[in-house]
């Protein structure tokens, strides 16, 4: 889970004579990563596409451009077919001829219909000034402005200018200044007035009737489109099964004839490299054999084994431009006779040199380009869905661990502890398992997976809350309370919940035990990023990676370890030595008796190991305890290897990062409290004197009017009000609560994402690996042959 996949690398060598047969074989089993001849070898050049790839491209690109022009989609998908040459040849012409005359016919009326609504719209405002065309223009003696504007302006303007004879027409905001003047004077005139000139459409006509021949026209070439639209819906229908099958049966065509771009060939042989995972290369040495038989050569000339964090390489790569042997040839056409038993014998993948020096195979083969192994991440089913999330920042490289299980174990338990309600966490089940069965992307199935897991623990806290949508009558029903057991009290002889969130008064010792459990959750968390980075560091050896990853991981614990210790209490606060205590026990911080305890543990700090006592004055002394000491070894480490940025990172990261955990508690408490908000809103609370909400609508006897925080709407006296107060108590009830099942996905969600992201991620991952995508394609609309 924590490695990729391994994977071996292997050559395929032979004759051009079976070279389609090797094409179909690989193509099938979808197994070989392959890798591009990067053109490095003397005497070899990369192949010629089989003939056909040119018309089958061709085709493939018709098919693709008919998709587009009639929005065909997966889900227009019929039953698998067949499609033949023939039918690719004459189908595929008809239909792209009848497509292309609807699709021209579609354009033409678009442009005409654009034409048409744009000379309606200049038109209108010539029908809202209700002037015939011919007169607002031709005039000898009389210059015309129609315009859209503000008529007292323009007459203001007119009347302080020099136009001294003038008439302006005005309906609405659309007018027509007459003037006995120059044209330039008149729209000089109008210059300072609020006016905006419109040109005069061609024609003498009447504005209103010749807007209405236009309608006309537009409605026609409307009713025109829609005509062609039904057309193409039609064909649509009809051919998209086809065009889907099409695309598919020529996309694994154009692959298998442009495959040997990838080869390095001669005029008699070719050589094929790629990855494939391990387990898969018995059944894939054995297919081709059956597919070309001793006419083609498989070898594995690498196996990518984890050496210290890194595959073992068993063949160098040379550099790009590097010859290889002057017998190579030779040799990988001699090889298309089959292997001796010499051979085979050195086929076995090789260890590398020790000098580093170029080792080459039974076929005296070296890597013919980029030779880092694709990334296969290895795990269950059910962590599937986390590698989506992983991915967001990168793919892992094959050389690093996969964090995705430990993002598997984490991630639901942080989201599920801070939102932490039965019908919060069914809500977020149900709507993970819609993601996954409404979508056909791979991405959003697994966001639905996340969220079925994520909400799993929601619910599971919930219970343990004993919390419904904030309210805590579960909790009286599955866990009791002091009058009575409830269904799962009666097992454990239990009254009320097992834990609170610690937001009602009466628990705020909760609350502080959440925080100093989300520091602790912190420091398990970092410890283990910075052991994964310990085992990624093991490639520089042992000490180097003491030094890399196992300082932090030294002076991280040490830091926690005396901030728990019983020493320099003034400066460390109570809760830290009685959240986890038992009842009676004394407190260290105030050398009083325990008297609530979160979760019973019987911890009330470290005591401190006395390795020497140094008197400095009366009544103090220097108190130097093993944590103490870790601290100073572990920062001096940190500085060794870091340098002086080790000094502010020893803070930043070894005390501030773990604090920054504590946005689990402080996450809980909001959400708790929204909740709590809407609730108390709708049904009314009351605090009573030992720090306890109590929702007035749950209880059996009236409530005293002095702890009344609000009496909630659903409470209200009176029919009519009664009425409005459960009308919008309901309103209320589901907005809010809706609320705050969003916001639980944008604060817990991201909050739990981010310290995934940062901190987490920060301490050990770099990414970047390559995917894994084998050459062949996965039919999903037409069936094999």
């Known amino acids: ?109 678009r442009d005409e219909l654009r034409e048409v609504e744009d000379e309606i719209d200049t038109l209108d405002p010539f029908v809202q000034l209700g002037i ?19 008529a007292d302006e323009v007459r203001e303007q007119l009347a302080a200018s020099d136009v001294d004879d003038y008439e302006v027409f005005a309906e609405g905001d659309v007018l027509a200044a007459f003037a006995r003047a120059d044209e330039n004077d008149l729209q000089d005139a109008l210059v300072g007035a609020t006016f905006t000139g419109l040109d005069v459409p061609e024609g003498d006509v009447d504005p209103g009737e010749y807007r209405d021949e236009l309608e006309g ?46 080869f390095a060939t001669t005029d008699n042989a070719f050589v094929a490299e790629g990855w494939i995972p391990t387990e898969h290369y018995g059944q894939f040495q054995s297919e081709l054999s059956a597919a070309a038989g001793d006419s083609v050569e498989v070898e594995e000339l690498e196996r990518a084994e984890y050496d210290e964090g890194h595959h073992e390489e068993t063949e160098p790569i040379p550099e790009a431009g590097s010859e290889v042997s002057a017998d190579f ?38 890597s013919m380009g980029d030779d880092e192994p694709p990334t296969v991440q290895d795990n269950p089913q059910g962590v599937k869905p986390f590698e989506a999330l992983v991915e967001v920042i990168n793919r892992p490289q094959y050389t690093e661990l996969d964090p995705t299980f430990i993002f598997f174990l984490t991630f639901p338990i942080f989201f599920g ?27 959003i199935k697994s966001l639905g997976g996340v969220g079925v897991w994520a909400g799993g623990f929601t619910a599971v806290f919930g219970v343990l809350y004993g919390e419904f949508f904030g309210l805590h009558q579960l909790g009286y029903v599955v866990w009791g309370t002091e009058e009575s057991a409830g269904i799962v009290g009666q097992l454990f002889g239990m009254h009320g919940p097992p834990i609170h969130k610690g937001l009602q008064p009466h628990y705020i010792y909760y609350a502080k035990a959440w925080l100093l459990l989300s520091a602790l959750a912190g420091v398990a968390h970092m410890v283990i990023g910075r052991a994964l980075d310990f085992v990624n560091n093991l490639e520089h050896g042992v000490s180097e990676a003491f030094l890399e990853s196992g300082s932090w991981i030294i002076l991280t614990i040490s830091i926690w370890w005396w901030i728990l210790t019983t020493t320099a209490m003034a400066a460390k606060p109570p809760f830290l030595f009685s959240a986890f205590a038992e009842k009676g026990m004394t407190n260290p911080a105030t050398d009083e008796a325990i008297k609530n305890v979160a979760i019973p543990l019987g911890f009330n700090g470290f005591p401190v190991i006395e390795l020497f006592r140094v008197p400095i004055s009366d009544g103090f002394s220097l108190v130097v305890g093993a944590a103490l000491a870790m601290i100073f070894v572990g920062l001096a480490l940190v500085i060794y290897a870091e340098g002086g940025i080790g000094l502010i990172e020893s803070i930043t990261q070894g005390f501030g990062h773990v604090v920054s955990y504590t946005r689990i508690g402080a996450v809980t408490l909001a959400k708790a409290g929204m909740a709590l908000a809407v609730n108390l809103l709708v049904f009314g ?63 817990a969600g991201l909050q739990a994402v981010r310290l995934e992201y940062v901190e987490f991620f920060g301490k050990f991952f770099e990414g970047g690996g390559k995917r894994y995508e084998p050459f062949g394609h996965e039919r999903t609309h037409t069936a094999d042959e």
Do not use: C
């Open 1 to 109: 889970m924590l490695r990729p996949e391994q994977m071996s690398r292997v050559s395929v060598t032979g004759s051009k004579r079976v070279m389609d047969a090797v094409i179909e074989a690989v193509h099938d089993l979808r197994l070989l990563h392959v890798t591009e001849y990067d053109g490095s070898w003397e005497g070899f050049e990369p192949g010629d596409p089989i003939e056909g790839a040119e018309s089958a491209s061709q085709k493939l690109v018709t098919v693709r451009s008919l998709k587009s022009i009639l929005d065909v989609d997966e889900e227009d998908a019929g039953p698998t077919q067949l499609v033949t040459e023939e039918a690719l040849d004459e189908e595929l012409e008809e239909i792209r001829t009848e497509v292309n005359d609807l699709d021209d016919r579609r354009e033409e009326l």
């Open 132 to 150: 015939d065309l011919d007169l607002l223009k031709g005039y000898e003696t009389l210059s015309v402005a129609v315009g859209e504007g503000d």
């Open 217 to 262: 026209r537009r409605q026609q070439l409307e009713s025109d489109l829609d005509a062609v639209e039904s057309e193409l819906d039609d064909l649509r229908a009809d051919v998209s099964g086809f065009l889907l099958a099409a695309e598919e049966t020529l996309t694994i065509e154009v692959q298998k004839r442009e495959a040997p771009l990838t």
């Open 329 to 366: 040839e030779d040799e990988a056409e001699e090889a298309t006779a089959g292997p001796t038993a010499d051979e085979e014998e050195e086929a076995e993948p090789r260890e590398a040199a020790p000098d580093g020096g170029r080792v080459t195979n039974a076929s005296g083969l070296v």
């Open 417 to 443: 502890f801070m939102i932490g309600d039965l019908g919060y966490g069914l809500l977020y089940m149900g709507m993970g398992f819609w993601l996954m069965k409404s979508f056909d992307s791979d991405v």
């Open 685 to 747: 609370a009351v605090l009573t004197e030992e720090g306890e909400f109590h929702l007035i609508f749950f209880m059996d006897h009236a409530p005293d009017p002095e702890q009344v925080v609000f009496s909630g709407l659903v409470n209200a006296e009176g029919p009519v009000m009664m009425l409005l107060g459960v009308l919008f108590g309901i309103i209320l009830l589901v907005l809010g609560h809706a609320l705050v099942l969003v916001l639980g996905i944008t604060s």
